[in-house]
């Protein structure tokens, strides 16, 4: 894909961060025009995932500005490029964090593409034509047909949004490490917006579910709302003993530094703490607390376009669904700063449609 001429350019309007406070505020950019493979959409709603959080501050050290955040999108089809086959106009569809990969390595020919060296982050990057590519807080989004994926008949947009994110990131270790079969015992460390989807398909799937929090605030949601079977407080000493060496796996959502050591011991043999959550500063653990039961720490990113679809109608099926705040883009500011204090149940979903997006 070329560049465009500056009269064949197509300007929206989006709010981005300009600098490290992260403070976002109305932008026009200009897109690319329908290529022959693309999909040029308009945004109904986008969900706030706290690497959004993470990017607009640069608290990772890669932000490049102006940035335009949000990468759980869902919209409506508007156009379609010559060689699309799988999206028409009037489609509802999602976009999440990658929009591009190399296609030839074996992450891609295995069709796992987010984990290929050269993909292309759906904002925060630079697309294939040489232009920054921006996320879903803005009125339009343009991506390639393989990095979209058709929302199902009877799901509500809101309630998609967190799946395109929080959601595959739980189903993506699940199916990949053999858990998505019932009768196993696992733990959700920390109850945010990948933590509360995590209890939910994990109890769908038939497992016995213990959020494992630092406090005990959110006890009730977790037992009577979400379904979870058990509510650990991780400084309760003697119930953390209590519970050594009893799950098959646990699922560590965290996104701030904390001790892995209060937790590899509640592994039993063969056992698997998964890491979903993205720390900027180095986690630590005494070799023997994973020796003593070939335990393994590992990690996931998000999920595979085939995952993510997988992912929808699993959801469709069980009925599973997403518990959010729906907002107005004139309160994204507001939103990132109660989702910094974990002020929120537990996803923040934008009305892009809805809002009015110019100053």
């Not at 959801?315 to 700063?337: G, W």
Request: glycine share 10%; proline share 4%.
């Amino acid at each position: 894909m070329g560049s465009q001429s500056k009269e064949t350019e197509r300007v929206v309007t989006g709010w981005a961060a300009k600098d490290p406070s992260g403070v976002l505020s109305p932008y026009c950019f200009s897109l690319r025009e329908t290529g022959p493979e693309d999909v040029y959409i308009k945004v109904l709603c986008c969900g706030i995932c706290h690497s959004d959080l993470h990017q607009v501050k640069n608290d990772l050290g890669m932000s490049h500005y102006p940035m335009v955040p949000g990468h759980e999108v869902v919209g409506e089809v508007v156009e379609v490029g010559s060689n699309v086959t799988k999206f028409t106009v009037g489609d509802r569809v999602g976009v999440g964090l990658i929009v591009g990969c190399c296609r030839n390595c074996n992450p891609c020919q295995r069709d796992e593409e987010q984990y290929c060296n050269k993909k292309i982050w759906s904002y925060n990057d630079v697309y294939t034509d040489g232009r920054p590519t921006q996320g879903g807080f803005a009125s339009n989004l343009i991506a390639d047909q393989k990095f979209v994926v058709k929302i199902p008949e009877g799901m509500a947009s809101e309630q998609a949004a967190p799946l395109l994110c929080a959601g595959v990131t739980i189903y993506s270790p699940l199916k990949h490490f053999g858990l998505d079969k019932s009768g196993l015992k696992g733990g959700i460390l920390g109850l945010g917006g990948v933590g509360h989807m995590g209890v939910k398909m994990a109890k769908a799937m038939g497992h016995h579910v213990t959020v494992i929090s630092s406090s005990d605030k959110k006890r009730k949601e977790a037992m009577e709302h979400l379904g979870a079977d058990e509510y650990v407080v991780s400084s309760d000493e003697e119930k953390m003993k209590e519970l050594a060496d009893s799950f098959d796996y646990l699922i560590d959502t965290i996104p701030v530094f904390h001790p892995l050591e209060l937790y590899l011991p509640l592994l039993g043999l063969n056992g698997k703490l998964i890491l979903n959550g993205v720390i900027n500063t180095p986690l630590q653990f005494l070799s023997p607390m994973v020796m003593l039961g070939r335990k393994s720490i590992t990690g996931s990113f998000v999920g595979s376009m085939k995952e993510m679809e997988e992912m929808l109608q699993f959801c469709k099926e069980k009925e599973l669904t997403s518990q959010i705040e729906v907002v107005k883009m004139d309160y994204i500011n507001q939103a990132f700063e109660r989702l910094e204090k974990n002020d929120v149940r537990y996803r923040f979903v934008v009305d892009v449609a809805g809002s009015k997006l110019e100053p």
